[in-house]
């Protein structure tokens, strides 16, 4: 074996090897399945939870499993969920900590009273753009768990080498450069956690991952108050210098966590802390929802995604999302009235994320328990609205305005969701789903290059004549993105002859009556999919999908 097969073999996949193990896995009959994994689901049909466990299931979907169903599913908690919330911990607070800087002597001491703030932005923005699609392009080549720690490494030097420039041209090159690294985080996470969970416990988990945007930024007001206190001047270094090298130092232990902490995707996993035979539980557990496993991405697969509406329909929603984040203006408002010390303007906004974390979980907890997304998704959009809404306003009564600030933390579950929704409906193509985040991402990061720019001044702080205004607008759009996205899903399950599974997903037929048909059963969807899309009901039926009838005991 040469070393570039070596090579290929230690950071890429076997495409073949896969196929083959998938064919052979999802063969095994139900009956033999309960036996080959019996180690670790509970195979016990009278199983019933205590009240305990009851109660505590309405809160966190584990407690009300078997015992070893349970288990199973806290190992991917702790290993995967875990991981995941450490690592865009650091990369949002390596990214939110310019802003803290900024209010807290570094404008000053660089002496930075044009636009560079706002241009900091643009060129991370900027190197996201560049980076975004061929970063998930090279997930299809290289593994998770080799090509997202290696990135993160790369973006934590970056971040202490911040903390040494003399001015903002330093600073413009290594955030094009972490723009680059980071643009592989966000959706590359997405796409693992959405290969490993159910539909019942995905939203949850996914609001959880996307909470560490407002634990990040909360811990960075936090950080940089105690910097700010403690480190001023220690070592002949500003305070705002301190947060940089600190903001460094955490990521890089938890950069090479990931080379362990990753388990790539169920079908090519290969994690020291997860045993052959939970592997091959985890790719049956994903076949039977209908999440179909990773395959090569050429240009004629490629040339395919770009045809399909599902991907610009995903993306049109998530690019308003995007540009209407104003969180970061909000210590600006509190600066210029005056009465605050940098640790108070520092804290305060940290009382937001903080209501983003309870509402992210709460909100993604009920669409679990409810098995829909659009309706809370349209919850979120609402809180954003009014709250930039007053904003646009301006003029209205210092508490009424703090309040304002607050209403869209509340709002912010729509990332989690809105990642939900769209590794449901692309479930039967993960390079679909990995490059729809991506595309998304590139297509907001472009924009967002210039949108700050032109709606956000920073000489207009904190009253801008147009920034509010326009977020409430885009807004209005994305709840019309999100109406067209429920359409044309609901469209295709009835051009595309699709059914509904047990967990109301959309799969193609001849996967829905080969996969535990014990189980399942067809009942009219009308309301939830159109005339001709069925759902699960174990009974004699049958299957009526445009001129194809199937009739099946189950």
């Known amino acids: 074996m040469t070393w570039s097969k070596k090579l290929n073999k230690w950071v890429g996949y076997n495409r073949e090897y896969e196929a083959q193990r998938l064919t052979e896995l999802t063969a095994i009959p139900p009956e033999e399945r309960l036996v080959r994994f019996a180690d670790f689901i509970d195979t016990e049909a009278n199983f019933q939870p205590s009240k305990i466990d ?3 299931g309405q809160f966190w979907d584990t407690f009300k499993k078997p015992p070893k169903e349970r288990n199973y599913v806290q190992k991917l908690d702790l290993c995967i969920l875990i991981y995941s919330l450490l690592s865009f911990f650091v990369k949002t607070l390596d990214n939110s900590n310019v802003s803290n800087a900024y209010v807290s002597g570094m404008k000053e001491e660089l002496h930075l009273y044009g636009q560079e703030r706002n241009l900091f932005t643009t060129f991370f923005n900027v190197g996201s753009i560049v980076g975004a699609v061929p970063s998930q392009m090279i997930l299809n080549r290289i593994r998770p768990s080799i090509w997202i720690p290696s990135c993160e490494l790369s973006w934590s030097i970056m971040v202490m080498i911040i903390s040494s420039t003399k001015g903002a041209k330093l600073i413009y090159a290594m955030r094009f450069l972490m723009g680059i690294t980071e643009s592989v985080a966000y959706p590359g996470f997405a796409l693992v956690l959405g290969s490993w969970y159910r539909p019942d416990e995905l939203a949850k988990r996914m609001t959880i991952y996307d909470g560490a945007w407002a634990i990040a930024n909360m811990f960075s007001g936090y950080i940089q108050a105690g910097v700010y206190t403690s480190m001023n001047g ?10 940089f090298i600190i903001d460094g130092l955490i990521g890089l232990p938890i950069a090479i966590l990931g080379y362990f902490a990753i388990p790539d995707f169920p079908i090519n996993s290969r994690v020291m802390w997860m045993s052959q035979v939970q592997r091959d539980y985890s790719v049956i557990r994903m076949q039977e929802v209908g999440r179909r496993p990773p395959r090569k991405l050429t240009l004629s697969r490629m040339g395919q995604i770009m045809k399909s509406w599902r991907p610009y329909g995903f993306v049109w929603p998530y690019i308003f999302f995007n540009l209407c984040d104003t969180s970061s203006y909000w210590n600006l408002w509190l600066k210029s009235l005056n009465i605050y010390t940098v640790q108070q303007i520092n804290l305060i906004p940290t009382a937001g994320y903080a209501c983003g974390l309870v509402s992210g979980y709460l909100i993604a907890n009920m669409s679990d328990r409810a098995g829909k997304r659009f309706p809370f998704l349209m919850l979120a959009v609402f809180f ?11 003029d209205v009564p210092f508490g009424v305005k703090m309040f304002a600030f607050f209403l869209p933390e509340i709002g912010y579950p729509l990332w989690g969701l809105m990642l939900t929704w769209g590794a449901e409906t692309f479930q039967d193509d993960a390079e679909m789903r990995g490059l729809a985040v991506a595309m998304g991402n590139t297509m907001s990061s472009a924009m967002g290059a210039w949108f700050p720019l032109v709606a956000f001044p920073t000489p207009q702080a904190p009253e801008y004549k147009l920034g509010y205004k326009l977020v409430t607008g885009l807004h209005g759009l994305e709840a019309l ?17 699709k059914v509904l599974n047990k967990f109301g997903l959309a799969v193609d037929i001849e996967d829905y009556m080969d996969n535990g048909t014990d189980e399942m059963s067809l009942e009219m969807a009308d309301e939830e999919a159109g005339k001709g899309v069925y759902r699960s009901k174990g009974e004699d039926v049958a299957v009526t999908v445009k001129d194809v009838t199937v009739t099946e005991k189950i």
């Open 54 to 56: 009851l109660f505590f």
């Open 234 to 243: 220690l070592g002949g270094l500003a305070g705002w210098r301190w947060l």
């Open 384 to 394: 954003n609205f009014l709250g930039n809404l007053l904003l646009a306003i301006w």
């Open 481 to 497: 993105g999100l109406v067209f996205f429920l359409v044309m899903s609901k469209r295709e399950l009835k051009t595309r002859g």
